[in-house]
């Protein structure tokens, strides 16, 4: 996690992340308020064949159910899972992924967040991603992941702007 810069247009701007080692990244310092973070990723890969995947948090730490939503692959194959948002449907270890994730706030009251994301695979496959998820409180953390038992990342960055 790193340092934050106010951007112009009201945009905070977080310092990039390296995903060179470790099986999980998370942004912690998400201000009270957030009503849109978008999240980038580039060529993110992982040593193995679990799926990427994005977990959401409040001051209580993420939250590992009550996700819906589906991963859609062009050739019309889904993923659906309850416990995180699926960011790509396969994965070849070592393949190099971009993605762009937009979380949106829903409804305040309920901390209902909606998201939508694109991820392209260095091998031209593209994945779209949606769903939506009530936190118990207000998002203060978001974990950049791997399904299953995570693997360990090999290569990338990921950073992360607010507003």
């Known amino acids: 996690?790193?340092?934050?810069?106010?951007?112009?247009?009201?945009?905070?701007?977080g310092t990039e992340v390296v995903t060179t080692s470790g099986t999980e990244h998370d942004f912690t310092s998400?201000?009270?308020?957030?009503?849109?973070i978008t999240l980038m990723g580039e060529m993110v890969s992982t040593d193995g064949t679990e799926e990427l995947m994005l977990q959401l948090g409040d001051s209580s730490g993420f939250e590992?159910?009550?996700y819906v939503?589906?991963?859609?692959?062009?050739?019309?194959?889904?993923?659906?899972?309850?416990?995180h948002f699926f960011l790509n449907t396969s994965t070849v270890?070592?393949?190099?992924?971009?993605?762009i994730v937009n979380l949106y706030l829903m409804n305040a009251s309920t901390n209902q967040w909606v998201i939508h994301a694109i991820t392209?695979?260095?091998?031209?496959?593209?994945?779209?991603?949606?769903g939506t998820k009530?936190?118990?409180?207000?998002l203060t953390q978001v974990r950049v992941s791997s399904d299953g038992t995570p693997d360990d990342f090999d290569s990338g960055t990921v950073a992360m702007q607010f507003q």
Do not use: N
Not at 120 to 130: D, H, K
Not at 134 to 138: D, K, P, V
């Open 1 to 13: 996690d790193g340092t934050a810069v106010v951007a112009a247009g009201g945009w905070t701007q």
């Open 30 to 36: 998400i201000p009270a308020g957030t009503k849109h």
């Open 64 to 66: 590992t159910s009550g």
């Open 120 to 130: 392209m695979a260095q091998a031209s496959l593209v994945y779209w991603s949606t």
């Open 134 to 138: 009530s936190l118990s409180g207000e």
């Open 69 to 83: 939503g589906q991963c859609l692959f062009h050739d019309s194959t889904t993923d659906t899972h309850s416990s």
């Open 93 to 99: 270890a070592a393949e190099e992924y971009d993605f």
